[in-house]
C-alpha cells in the first residue's frame, strides 16, 4: 500500500509561484513512477506531470512544459512540483498520484492523495 500527503497549496496573485510537495510512504514506493494532476471547477481531473521514482525521467502535459517543473527527494520520499507564472486558469485541486511509469499518464493511477486547492487570483 502506498500513501501519499499533498501539501503547499494555497491562493497566490497571478505571475506567482508555488511549489506543492507530496510525501510518499509505503513499502513498495521505490518501484512506482509519481505523478501530479489536476481538477479545475467543472472540468475533469487532468494529467499534470510526472517522474520516474528511482531515475530522471519526466514526462508533461504539454499545457505544462516549460512553466512547471517536476522533482523529487529519494532521501525524504517528496515529490515536488514547481509552478512558476501561474494564471488564474491554473486554478484546480492539485492531487499526487502513484502507479508504474510507463503508465501513470495514460491509465488512472492507483494509489492518490487527498488533494491540495491551489487558487490563482488575477
Known amino acids: 500500500q502506498v500513501q501519499l500527503v499533498e501539501s503547499g497549496g494555497g491562493l497566490v496573485q497571478a505571475g506567482g509561484s508555488l511549489r506543492l510537495s507530496c510525501a510518499a510512504s509505503?513499502?513498495?514506493?521505490?518501484?512506482?513512477?509519481m505523478a501530479w494532476f489536476r481538477q479545475a471547477p467543472g472540468k475533469e481531473r487532468e494529467f499534470v506531470a510526472a517522474?520516474?521514482?528511482?531515475?530522471?525521467?519526466?514526462y508533461y502535459a504539454a499545457s505544462v512544459k516549460g512553466r512547471f517543473t517536476i522533482s523529487r527527494d529519494n532521501a525524504n520520499n517528496t515529490v515536488y512540483l514547481q509552478m512558476n507564472s501561474l494564471k488564474p486558469e491554473h486554478t484546480a485541486v492539485y492531487y499526487c498520484a502513484a502507479d508504474f511509469f510507463y503508465s501513470i499518464a495514460t491509465s488512472p493511477p492507483r494509489f492518490w492523495g487527498q488533494g491540495t486547492q491551489v487558487t490563482v487570483s488575477s
Open positions: 509505503g513499502r513498495t514506493i521505490g518501484s512506482y513512477g
Open positions: 517522474i520516474r521514482w528511482s531515475g530522471s525521467s519526466t
